[in-house]
């Protein structure tokens, strides 16, 4: 058991050393986390899983995975009493969180308490923190089973519930959106114990005399009390909070802001003809000219059929100077040619007689209206191309562009923008794996999944879904796939000398930019992940093969197609797309500070 | 000139009115039935117009042209929408409309093959009998029409809205639960429950709540339905997740509650403990409506009645018994201030809240003495039952008493809280006049309140409470008359001569041996007690005896002799033994062979209770010390009663051994 003695021991420790009834244990206790508090990015805020080892009193001993608590002290006095608290405190994106403690044995006097505290200050000295029973202390929170009564930060309690012994199980519930908390008594709920609840409360059990022995239970089996019915009530009532928010006083102010926001997507993503038959219904003007929009059509089409050499030979035509003003988006549109070249799609391996993959007919001749160029095939959530949850104030960091492959898609609130701790070792590992043609679907799947954990761009549902869709693009791939196989450059011996060449030009280009504007480690890794293609005799089903899917054509295409409209000084940003950007960051905010309401409020779920 | 114009201005209006019924009256069908569409538009949500139109006799030209098989369907259809509409004004409109004989009418338009007319007809007759001036009777005069609305269920999701509405207005007593059972309600409307229409499910859960009320066979049956290869329980569970709108929520909990109460479901099933009990108990909270909060508290007050187990559940489940308390707030000081309407409707539920929050009281305390301190521990709440117990609403009184009498069960509440706020005042008020149902409980408190340890005893006998439990005891309700008696009982208990006199001359020896025989074992019981109590101590018993021993020795006997349970016949034989206890009225049995026989029988029959009863009596007899022992102690060995107290010796209980050995012992003195 030493994979996780140290209590806050992350999952992915465990499932690799762990024992497999562990195994069963962990992945039904992740499952139902995720399941209960879906809104909470654990890498940010980590749920409690266990007792932890470190933040307890001297008389506490632990066992069973850390969910055992009992005591060893003497227990003479009530300054005999000991406490501990739980790995980490509980986040406030929950919404609402529920734990469950069984009474083992009530030992000699069956002084329990169990509740919630607040971490003391100095960890080592643990001055503020007697670890007395739960509720003596301040900013600790306790239901007590000797007398029933409940403790609010002070020794004297009120009475509250039933009293609990030996058998019974207690619940504790935290309403974050209120906060306040309940307790049950054998799944039944004893009503409000404390209001005005502080932020950042640890689940914490206090015991007092020798023989008192309590389990907890954070998730790894199913709750007594129906917690979920519980937060069904809150988020319905979040919801119609939501629903019934008063929109604009003023009569049709609220729709044609709304008609504005659709136009200038419209106009902002080129699809000039749609664009113009709303403008002219809604009767608004187009702060565009067509003839630009157009423009900027004919680049993006050329961009997302992975015809890159031309549209950068469009671009510095319809547009000089832009490239040369921005060397990091000339650098990345030609990294992109490159990955074009070994996809065989881009123009010059074209022209050189290779046979062309069929993907390069993946997009369809114009962008399809009122859906983002978005490839998407696993939900019909039109997902905001260009939307990206870092530039909501208007900065954006080319670094999250140019390295993540989708972060144009909405992140989930909360899971925002932080970078999972293993980078790099994955790719490594993932390689050694085995990979057998016949299998190609289970491992694009695979890896799909490997790979963007790695990426900068924390956690992806959607991805691997999308591998597996019969979506136009993938299902002509794995038929491909399974007659022939896909070759290099489209399989001409001049395409590859070609693009070998071009390569070394990337690398120059690369050296250059760096003695010219200094290190940039988002283009390294992008020159990086493009050059690996080479490393492998199928790139399409290697590790790195994600590069290679028409989707990643997007970002680059949504990135180019903003400069274009800076120059222009139109917004580079669609506000449609600013403005879901902005709610993502406001939940993931209110997250942050402590906001509970957020839990129950996903921006997915507005975008039908 | 203000009076003219109105006058005038009604004129017109009745001008107008009288013109869209003259139209009726045209020749021309196509002129008719513009007419009616006409009609139709002028009375939408316009009171008045249909006032006006149904003066003018509207309605039986309406009807008129909806029967006529000439009239196109059409014309029919847009009668049966007016009529419809006229239904929906006032509850004079619809007393018109009944009288007008709407109701066969329309019911004969369902037999129609147009589904629209029928829906038309139906959402009318909906209407029409969702009025509470509407008899519901009419739905059951021909017996064709239950089946027929069964068949038309499966048409439409109007249909089935409008059928199941009315059926569950429609079904008030069990003869009407009955015929909709045996038409086939249950299997025809359990799978409107998953019908797309909230509507529509809500409606068919209402039905099963009404079917299921205190009725097993339905209860039973349905705990076995299953809807979409669901049990039918499950259904109701999930109606009752918290996300559902309060009406689906509260209408499934009553559901699982009469089945439950019917014995269709055991109080300690999970859906019935974990489910319907929690949900009730959030019904009661200060967040929903004021009429949710009154049918939850009933609802819930009921579910629990008969289990301790639930009680104490729910007594600790969120605050409930705190929670309660702010029934009794409304009309808040606040909603008299701010908001007229506010307080109008605080008001008209003022009553309701109460009565129910009375009853919850009292169905919690009913058996757990820790919730009965618990209650009576609320603020206020002994002063709320006192003023409860004189108000003007009778179900208020009848739930304050009820309330009352299940705390009274607590030993500890009589000696303090009861006495401390002198509630046998009001109780007393309460007990000179009132209906039956109110006077049982108030009668069944005070029996409590005249336990010898209630320190309320005192005060009510002087407040001349013998004579109203006098007459309690020729009432024609049995559970008067043992109240009646066993209020007496009590107060006879360790009574004073005078107090024992008076109950005896207040009586009367005629009543007394009137319930000696009467029908009711309670009363027969209570009335042995009465009789025993009033026998204790020996100056008490040879007055009474001295003055009514003719006449309680026979009771007595006939008792003796009569066919009666053991505990009636050992309720007599302690009488006996209580009698012979007496100086003189010893006598009265000594001199009685024939009473002496029985007992002798008793102290060989096969029960030892009646063995011990009638052995105290000869104990008594013998009793050395006084005067004439001697002479009884004589008789009673000649008469072979040594010989069995000595075969009692032998006896295997303890008890009757020992009292043998006790009298055996009398003889060797």
């Not at chain 2, 009725?215 to 569970?237: A, K, R």
Request: glycine share 6%.
């Amino acid at each position: 058991m030493s994979g996780q003695s140290s209590g806050g021991g992350f999952l992915m420790s465990v499932v690799v050393h762990g024992d497999s009834a562990l195994n069963e244990q962990e992945k039904e206790l992740n499952q139902r986390l995720r399941r209960l508090y879906p809104a909470v990015n654990e890498n940010e805020t980590p749920l409690p899983r266990s007792w932890s080892p470190k933040d307890k009193f001297s008389y506490i001993g632990l066992s069973q995975n850390n969910l055992r608590v009992h005591y060893k002290g003497h227990g003479k006095t009530p300054k005999d009493a000991a406490s501990v608290r739980a790995t980490h405190p509980i986040p406030a994106a929950c919404g609402v969180y529920y734990f469950e403690v069984k009474i083992i044995s009530k030992g000699r006097d069956g002084y329990m308490g169990i509740g919630l505290s607040a971490q003391g200050v100095n960890m080592n000295r643990l001055p503020d923190i007697t670890f007395a029973k739960a509720g003596w202390d301040k900013h600790s929170y306790g239901y007590h089973g000797d007398d029933g009564h409940s403790f609010c930060s002070s020794g004297t309690g009120q009475p509250y519930g039933p009293t609990f012994t030996t058998g019974d199980v207690i619940g504790c519930c935290v309403n974050l959106i209120n906060n306040t908390c309940f307790y049950t008594k054998n799944g039944h709920s004893l009503g409000i114990a404390f209001t005005d609840l502080p932020p950042n409360l640890y689940p914490t059990v206090g015991l007092q005399t020798p023989g008192e022995v309590v389990d907890a239970n954070f998730g790894q089996h199913p709750f007594v009390f129906d917690i979920e019915d519980y937060m069904r009530e809150w988020r319905t009532k979040i919801q119609a909070q939501i629903d019934r928010f008063p929109i604009g006083e003023r009569e049709g102010e609220w729709q044609s802001m709304i008609q504005k926001m659709v136009a200038s997507y419209l106009v902002h993503h080129s699809y000039c003809a749609t664009a113009e038959a709303f403008a002219k219904s809604t009767d608004q003007a187009v702060h565009e000219e067509l003839a630009s929009i157009k423009n900027r059509q004919k680049i993006q089409k050329l961009v997302l059929s992975g015809r890159m050499g031309e549209a950068i030979e469009t671009t510095q035509q319809l547009y000089p100077n832009l490239l040369e003003r921005n060397p990091d988006l000339l650098f990345m549109l030609k990294v992109r040619q490159f990955i074009e070249m070994v996809n065989g799609t881009d123009s010059e391996v074209r022209c050189l007689g290779g046979r062309s993959p069929k993907s390069q007919d993946s997009y369809p001749g114009s962008p399809r209206p009122f859906s983002s160029p978005s490839h998407k095939a696993s939900s019909s959530q039109p997902y905001l191309t260009g939307f990206d949850s870092n530039c909501c104030n208007g900065v954006t960091s080319n670094k999250s562009h140019s390295s993540s492959p989708h972060s144009h898609k909405p992140c989930p609130p909360g899971s925002g923008s932080t970078l999972p701790a293993s980078d790099i070792s994955l790719n490594g590992s993932r390689s050694q794996q085995p990979i057998t043609s016949n299998d190609v679907d289970m491992e694009v799947d695979h890896f799909t999944n490997g790979v963007t954990e790695s990426s900068s761009n924390g956690f992806l549902n959607g991805t691997s879904k999308h591998t597996t869709e019969p979506d136009d693009c993938d299902a002509d791939m794995e038929v491909e796939s399974a007659q022939s196989k896909r070759q290099l450059c489209g399989g001409s011996q001049a395409a590859i000398e070609r693009m070998i060449h071009f390569g070394r030009e990337l690398q120059s280009m690369s050296e250059h930019l760096r003695r010219e504007c200094g290190k940039n480690s988002a283009n390294k890794k992008m020159l990086k992940d493009a050059f690996s293609l080479l490393a492998y005799s199928d790139p399409w089903n290697s590790p790195v093969g994600y590069q290679l899917d028409a989707i990643q054509r997007e970002p680059v295409c949504s990135t180019l197609n903003s400069a274009i409209l800076e120059t222009h000084n139109l917004p580079k940003q669609p506000p449609l797309a600013q403005a879901v950007g902005q709610a993502a960051q406001c939940l993931a905010m209110m997250a942050r500070t402590g906001s509970g309401s957020c839990a129950f409020a996903s921006v997915d779920d507005y975008l039908h | 000139i203000f009076v003219q114009l109105e006058t005038k201005f009604r004129r017109e209006v009745t001008a107008t009115s009288r013109h869209y019924v003259d139209r009726l009256f045209d020749p021309d069908p196509q002129k008719v039935l513009q007419g009616v569409i006409d009609m139709k538009n002028a009375v939408i949500g316009n009171n008045k117009q249909k006032a006006n139109l149904i003066v003018l006799g509207a309605v039986p030209r309406l009807l008129y042209l909806l029967q006529q098989s000439s009239s196109s369907m059409e014309l029919r259809t847009e009668c049966a929408v007016v009529l419809g509409s006229l239904a929906m004004g006032t509850e004079n409109n619809i007393k018109s409309l009944v009288d007008c004989h709407i109701i066969p009418a329309l019911l004969q338009g369902l037999l129609s093959s147009d589904l629209i007319f029928i829906e038309a007809c139906l959402r009318c007759l909906r209407t029409v009998f969702i009025s509470p001036v509407t008899p519901v009777q009419l739905l059951y005069t021909d017996p064709t029409v239950i089946p027929h609305l069964m068949s038309l269920l499966s048409n439409s999701l109007r249909t089935q809205e409008y059928i199941t509405q009315i059926f569950s207005h429609c079904c008030k007593t069990p003869e009407h639960q009955t015929i909709l059972f045996n038409h086939g309600a249950i299997q025809n409307i359990a799978p409107l429950l998953i019908s797309p229409s909230y509507k529509v499910r809500m409606q068919a859960l209402k039905c099963f709540s009404v079917l299921a009320y205190e009725n097993t066979q339905v209860s039973m049956t349905l705990v076995n339905v299953l809807v979409d290869g669901e049990l039918l329980t499950q259904v109701f569970v999930k109606m009752m997740q918290r996300d559902q709108p309060i009406e689906m929520q509260l209408t499934a909990a009553k559901c699982l509650t009469y089945m439950c109460r019917a014995s269709a479901i055991r109080t300690d099933d999970s859906c019935i403990v974990l489910k319907t009990l929690p949900c009730l108990v959030r019904m009661c909270s200060k967040e929903h409506l004021l009429e949710e909060r009154v049918e939850g508290a009933e609802t819930l007050a009921y579910l629990m009645e008969p289990d301790v187990e639930l009680q104490r559940i729910a007594s600790t489940t969120d605050h409930l018994v705190a929670m309660l308390a702010d029934y009794f707030k409304y009309p808040s000081s606040v909603s008299a201030i701010t908001d007229i309407k506010r307080l109008d409707h605080d008001l008209k539920h003022a009553h309701e809240l109460r009565q129910a929050a009375f009853k919850l009281y009292a169905s919690l305390g009913s058996n757990d003495e820790d919730i009965r301190k618990k209650i009576t521990e609320t603020e206020n709440m002994m002063d709320r039952i006192v003023s409860g117990l004189s108000e003007s609403s009778i179900k208020v009184r009848l739930a304050a008493v009820r309330c009352l009498h299940s705390l009274s069960r607590s030993v500890q509440q009589l000696r303090t809280s009861f006495h401390d706020h002198a509630v046998w005042k009001p109780l007393m008020k309460l007990l000179q006049n009132a209906p039956d149902e109110v006077l049982v409980m108030a009668s069944s408190t005070l029996c409590n309140l005249l336990l010898e340890f209630s320190p309320s005893k005192e005060p009510i006998l002087e407040s001349g409470v013998i004579e109203l439990l006098c007459s309690l005891t020729q009432s024609d309700s049995p559970a008067l008359r043992v109240n009646g008696i066993w209020a007496l009982m009590n107060m006879a208990f360790q009574a004073d001569q005078k107090v024992k006199v008076e109950i005896v001359r207040c009586l009367g020896t005629e009543q007394l041996f009137r319930l000696l025989s009467d029908p009711d074992t309670n009363v027969l019981m209570k009335t042995l007690g009465l009789l025993r109590n009033l026998l204790s101590t020996r100056p008490h018993i040879d007055q009474i005896m001295s003055s009514h021993g003719k006449q309680i020795m026979q009771a007595v006997t006939l008792i003796l002799e009569a066919e009666h349970s053991i505990e009636v016949k050992e309720q007599t034989l302690c009488i006996l033994a209580n009698i012979a206890d007496g100086n003189t009225a010893k006598d009265l049995i000594m001199t009685n062979d024939d009473m002496l026989q029985k007992i002798k029988y008793y102290m060989g029959h096969s029960n030892v209770k009646l063995q011990l009863a009638a052995t105290f009596c000869v104990s008594n007899l013998i009793w050395n010390e006084e005067d004439g022992s001697q002479e009884r102690q004589d008789k009673l060995r000649e008469m072979g009663f040594v010989d069995i107290l000595h075969k009692l010796t032998q006896s295997s209980d303890p008890n009757l051994s020992d009292r043998a050995k006790t009298a055996l012992q009398q003889y060797l003195a």
